[in-house]
């Protein structure tokens, strides 16, 4: 990182930030990136990379720039490291280069190993100015999937529940409707939770008992992979899961083929020991950057106990007290948490 910052390029890299954010959802496997070029204090370019496959941010913003002649006078600031490899789209490093653009200023390098400082490199042994680390932190935290995929070889994981004000996520019941927790503000801040993430798990229990679609409904945005644990193989095929609607890997011991339809895979596991690891190596062998787990408690509280969690969402509402029932699990201890009010219930938000 380098130690002098000043006003100016803090204000550009936090732009390219707010460029990058109007992507959330449609990048991934891709990282969300933000791009501004800057000629004698006016932008005369911008751009962001808008989904995985498409053109980056930085072709984007050089498009954007209607007099080319100006690139050779201008900064381009960028919220992550140009590419130097060629994947679906050419590098962007190489770009730059060839636009006579003289500085570029980056917020932070890409920990993909494709990358990983090649990018400043190349553009360094060209003969451009290269700042490195100008809102680093706010950077990181943009794309955090990204960055906790490739550098942990694992999906970022997300725990989510709702709970009383007494601690139950719900009654304890063998059919029927579940307890409802949730407001319908905060319900729809679940959906917009779920359209952020690329996976969504329940377990078994919950799979049968809320019969859930695991969709994005109440939110604009793609609905995630559908995930369940199944040892047994037991779960029937009335089942929303098996609806055919979006795809589905069910985790299973015990496959069936019959079930393996309407947009259905199966995936064997090992179940004689710990179970996640198996389920984080399926995740991260096909590019899946992030996880958000719902439940039930059990699978909830294991990912807790193997302290396999990046964040943390827990929605109390306290108007409602059930006195019994299923006790929410136990959050880990000395963690920082962040609260905030959804229409009457807590949100309680803990991340590393």
């Known amino acids: 990182m380098d130690s002098v910052i000043s006003s100016e390029d803090r204000k550009y890299i936090a732009r390219c930030l707010q460029l990058a954010h109007s992507a959330a959802g449609s990048t991934s496997p891709n990282p969300m990136v933000g791009a501004v070029i800057v000629c004698e204090g006016k ?14 941010a930085e072709v984007n913003a050089i498009r954007s720039v209607k007099d080319a002649a100006l690139l050779s006078r201008s900064t381009i600031y960028v919220s992550l490291e140009p590419c130097s490899h060629y994947g679906k789209t050419p590098p962007c490093a190489d770009l730059i280069i060839s636009s006579g653009i003289p500085r570029v200023v980056i917020a932070t390098t ?6 990983s400082g090649r990018g400043v490199e190349r553009m360094r042994a060209a003969g451009i100015e290269v700042k490195i680390g100008v809102l680093e932190d706010e950077a990181y935290r943009l794309n955090r999937h990204f960055f906790t995929f490739h550098g942990k070889r694992r999906p970022y994981v997300t725990l989510k529940w709702a709970q009383s004000a007494d601690g139950f ?21 679940v959906h917009k939770l779920r359209a952020m993430h690329d996976a969504i798990l329940v377990g078994r229990r919950t799979a049968l008992l809320d019969n859930p679609t695991l969709t994005v409904r109440s939110w604009s945005g793609r609905s995630p992979l559908r995930l369940a644990i199944d040892r047994e ?57 992030s996880l958000l787990v719902e ?22 509402n306290q108007g409602l007290v059930l006195s019994n029932g299923v006790p929410a699990p136990i959050l880990p201890a000395g963690v920082k948490k962040e609260v905030s009010n959804c229409f009457g219930n807590v949100i309680t938000t803990i991340s590393r």
């Open 169 to 189: 996520i719900d009654i304890i019941r063998e059919g029927g409707s579940a307890q409802a927790i949730s407001n319908s503000a905060s319900a729809m801040a």
């Open 110 to 115: 890409d920990n993909n190993a494709m990358v």
């Open 43 to 56: 932008i005369i370019g911008e751009g962001y990379h808008i989904r995985c496959g498409e053109p980056h």
């Open 233 to 289: 193989g037991s779960l029937p095929v009335s089942l929303h899961l098996f609806d055919g609607d979006h795809p589905t890997v069910i985790f299973t011991e015990r496959t069936d083929k019959a079930k393996c339809v309407n947009n259905v895979i199966q995936h064997k596991l090992d179940f004689s020991g710990d179970i996640l690891d198996g389920i984080m190596d399926y995740l991260y062998a096909n590019k899946i950057g």
């Open 295 to 316: 439940g039930g408690a059990q699978l909830l509280q294991s990912f807790i106990d193997r302290d396999l969690w990046d964040e943390i969402r827990v929605e109390t």
